[in-house]
């Protein structure tokens, strides 16, 4: 069986760099082996960091062959709605002769709620790619860039999700035996026969998983926002099902040499203290430096030298000149901060541009022009960092910060939500075990059991439908503004979608109850899912609503978080939300302090903005300048806030 790499961290610290350096390393020590660099996270960046165009084509599933390296190396970056439909197609008879078999609905009517696209489509798919490519044998070792992660705990977790499932699916399969038991006859093996192959299925991937197989390198970064979020990465590890053991920590982004550079000595003052902590945090994991050449590491061949420099700890030169640039220098002019001044504000963006920090100090800003108007920060990303920001304790209850009542924050539990929206409903379920219907006497017992047992299990994605009914909540509860803090890109706009998606599968539902709608059981059900639909369509028609909802992106000026925004702007134009402004942070606006290091990455930067003016025109453009401390409490907010600069257009 293939040995296992799952590349994890906190969104930004170059988990994608990292995990290309490897699988190339990897290949290039061993030439004979066969190396997969694999992607599941939904906003993929492989063929943007490995100069790559055609390496995600839609009528070609699966792995390509990186050409023109030393080694082996195949990629894939996961198309999570093909490989979701390419099980439902090898299973859907199977899971429909069950529900139809276990339940009172027939298959005609379940049968549109699998082509409905599901929450949790990316980390399931992700397994299911794994799985496939270890029952293949085509590789010897698997590198995985994996989502942001609270997302990549989700598929950690996922081999105990698939097992409760199918303990729910042997649940409702067993009516057949229970009949044939109770009144003589032959029960089906259809189902016997599909569970018993996934039974099989989910005990290769929790082997796959184990600590003999499979290995994690966790990637951050020294500053103290990605070290303290390292921290709860491991403690999240030790608590998960997850058996895999902590291969190394890669300390990126690490200035090695410093100079006269009074914001490089800055920096590498930083990175010595952050290896120190290191030190004393997990003194026995082997620790990596990843050094700061001042510019993006893009294509094969400068990925792999970055490899050498990792795992070998060679002395080479990664510096590279940027892309042909106008030689017309940029010029700066101060702005004044946006007012967000609608109900409900969206701030999006790839992991680690600085979401968090955007999002803050815009409702910090907001409470600060309005005192008349409450403002709260929520959280949907499930490794929230407002902790950080607002130095205080964020639960799932909404709590004052920065010593403002009217200034609230919360990070939502969705897995908590679910569960107590679980219970309500068994309890609902547990009055009564039988009725009339058309005179005949309609024993529910079997029926109750099997949604109990659905009830047990927590489904992947509830994040992005549980989040959703708490934004309902906030928004009915009448909190004046709220600011949402999104997960990065991908489950972003998963979440924006959910909305839509609720909506499809209610009525979905109600209709498959409609045959069924003497029995207290369906009336029940039914009843909840109306008036879930009704607060739902509310929030649709809320989030198209421009002049009360806005999203807000945020990128850094670079080339691969530059193509990512361009598909996240075009993906929350389809799904109808109207972006206000797009803010690039940690822009170098100082002047030229004569280091080669810093020069180099403000050319790198410069070559991104000329080409930002020309791609968002429509779009009012930002720039937060790079500050040399983390953004934390009400002071550095009011700095923070207090200075933003915009592109000075020639008249």
Known sequence: ?????????????????????????LAARHPRQSTLLMSTDPAHSLAGMLEIKDLHIKDKAGPHRLAGIKGKVSVWQIDSDREFKKFLEGNREGILDIVENGTFFNREEIAPLLDTTLPG????????????????????????????????????????????????????????????????????????????????TVRQVKDAFSAEQAEVLLVTSPETFS??????????????????????????????????????????????????????????????????PGNPLLGPRQLQRFGETVFVGARVNLAAPPPGTSKRKLKFAKTKWPAAKTRLS???????????????????????????VHVTVCSTDPAPSLDDIFQKEIGDQMVSVLGDAGLGAMEMDAVFEFRRWAARIKQQLSAG???????????????????????????????EVFAIFRILDLLEAK??????????????????????????????LLKSLAAHRTLA??????????????????????????????????????????RQTQRLLAAIKEIGVAVDSLFVNRVL?????????????QNWQAATLQSLQRKYGDHRLYLVRDFPAEIAGAAKLKKFTGELWQIQTEK
């Open 589 to 601: 606006l100082g002047p030229d302090s004569g280091c080669k290091t810093c020069r180099r990455a």
């Open 433 to 463: 075990t039988s009725m009339q219907s058309g005179g005949l006497h309609v024993d529910l017992t079997f029926e109750k059991e099997v949604f109990a047992a659905l009830m047990d299990v927590v489904p992947p994605g509830v994040d």
């Open 121 to 200: 489509m990316s980390e399931v798919a992700g397994l299911l790619a794994l799985r496939d490519m270890l029952e293949s044998g085509e590789h010897d070792r698997i590198v995985v860039d994996t989502a942001p992660f609270g997302h990549t705990l989700r598929l950690f977790e996922l081999p105990g999700h698939f097992q409760r499932f199918l303990n729910f699916l042997e649940v409702a399969s067993s009516r057949d035996d229970l009949l044939a038991r109770r009144f003589g006859g032959r029960a089906s093996s259809t189902a016997h026969g599909f569970l018993g192959k996934w039974q099989a």
């Open 479 to 508: 909190h004046g503004s709220v600011f949402i803090d999104m997960a990065p890109t991908g489950h972003a706009l998963e979440l924006l979608r959910m909305p839509d998606r609720i909506l499809l599968w209610s009525r979905l």
């Open 521 to 562: 059981l369906a009336q029940d059900v039914a009843v909840e899912l109306a008036g879930l639909g009704q607060r739902v369509r509310k929030l649709l028609e809320l989030m198209r609503d421009s002049k009360q909802s806005r999203a807000w992106a945020v990128m850094l000026p670079e080339p691969v978080p530059d």
């Open 1 to 25: 069986m293939a040995k296992l790499t799952f590349v994890v961290g906190k969104g930004g610290v170059g988990k994608t760099t990292v995990s290309c350096a490897l699988a190339l390393h």
């Open 346 to 372: 969206f701030t999006l963006g790839k992991g680690g541009v600085g979401k968090t920090t955007v999002t803050a100090a815009l409702a910090f800003h907001a409470r600060s022009l309005n005192k008349d």
């Open 227 to 292: 070290l303290n979020e390292a921290v709860r990465c491991v403690d999240a590890l030790r608590e998960s099902a997850a058996e895999m053991h902590l291969g190394g920590i890669v300390l990126n982004r690490i200035v090695v040499s410093a100079g006269n550079c009074p914001r490089c000595r800055a920096r590498a003052l930083q990175g010595k203290k952050a290896v120190q902590f290191l030190k004393q945090k997990f003194p026995r994991v082997p620790r990596l430096i990843g050094p700061d």
